[in-house]
């Protein structure tokens, strides 16, 4: 076995040593107070022990990777319905992009880039009962962790400032592709997008991915074929329009956010999450991004 906690150290220790570690996300206001020079890492082995550097134990927003946990919630309801209101394939613009969504009659061309999220968001306001306190719930039960919540004033701040998310909301509701208000709609999203975890229970958070669909606790959330298209989805679309980029430097499925955390893993083997608030041009964090393709070059470990 590879002594990954000596490779975490040695990688985050060259990388936490860089000048240049990125921009921290300004337009939404209460992200734009996080300290830029926090940096945590956490692999989480599907079979053996884990490991963690840096600030692996502080919580952050953890605001697009949510995408990847309503998606699942919303297949593990629907099933392949869902593909009848969001498309699969990359979008090549960025996260908030919205041409494409008028060009192609208000069909999102993937549930990870915004206009897709808030066609599952849509979907979630449908079928739950109550729907911000169960996806909540269905979160802390992949975790096994009652210690998760909202971050209010990340939501609140999302909500004051999100214009483009109003705007694909609005643009959706038109195609007819949005079945609820779209206030209770933005509601959801932004609260899902708040959501505060750490290094180590967003890594549990994945664990389902890389373990065939069960989680810690050995509960089943979603079939082997749907955890198949979940990661494929990751591999192609996760990274907005440097997903490409990912795939041919990192070469394994992941989700990032703008709140700087990347979550990525190799099936049947790990999840490991980076956390690293500043961020490169494209809006991924820009230590993750090299911490993960240095990982993967050094340890030889990805799916090609």
């Known amino acids: 076995m590879q002594d990954f906690q000596a490779i975490l150290a040695a990688i985050h220790a060259e990388l936490d040593s860089v000048i240049d570690r990125g921009k921290v996300a300004t337009y939404i206001p209460e992200l734009a107070t996080v300290d830029a020079r926090n940096f945590g890492v956490y692999l989480n082995c599907v079979d053996g022990p884990n490991f963690h550097v840096g600030q692996s134990d502080l919580p952050f927003s953890i605001q697009s990777v949510s995408k990847v946990l309503t998606l699942s919630r919303a297949i593990g309801l629907v099933g392949d319905a869902i593909w009848e209101r969001v498309d699969v394939e990359p979008s090549g613009n960025p996260f908030n992009h919205l041409s494409l969504l008028e060009l192609e009659n208000g069909i999102p061309r993937n549930p990870l880039i915004n206009a897709g999220a808030l066609v599952i968001a849509d979907i979630l306001v449908s079928e739950l009962k109550n729907p911000k ?163 993967t070059t050094q340890t030889k470990l990805s799916i090609f």
Not at 279 to 291: A, T
Request: charged content about 20%; hydrophobic content about 40%; proline content about 2%.
């Open 133 to 295: 306190d169960d996806l909540l719930q269905y979160i802390r039960d992949l975790t096994d962790d009652q210690n998760i919540h909202f971050n209010e004033k990340v939501a609140q701040s999302e909500k004051k400032t999100g214009f483009k998310n109003y705007a694909a909301a609005n643009l959706l509701k038109s195609f007819g592709n949005l079945k609820n208000d779209v206030g209770v709609v933005l509601d959801f999203y932004f609260h899902q997008c708040s959501i505060e975890m750490n290094c180590a229970q967003l890594s549990n958070a994945f664990y389902y991915l890389a373990n065939r669909g069960t989680c810690k606790r050995g509960n089943s959330f979603l079939t082997e074929s749907h955890i198949k298209r979940v990661n494929a989805l990751m591999l192609s679309c996760g990274f907005y329009d440097e997903a490409g980029e990912f795939a041919f430097k990192v070469g394994l499925p992941g989700k990032s956010g703008v709140g700087g955390g990347i979550v990525a893993l190799l099936p049947n083997n790990f999840v490991v999450v980076t956390w690293s608030p500043g961020l490169n041009e494209k809006g991924n964090s820009l230590l993750g991004m090299e911490f993960l393709e240095r990982f």
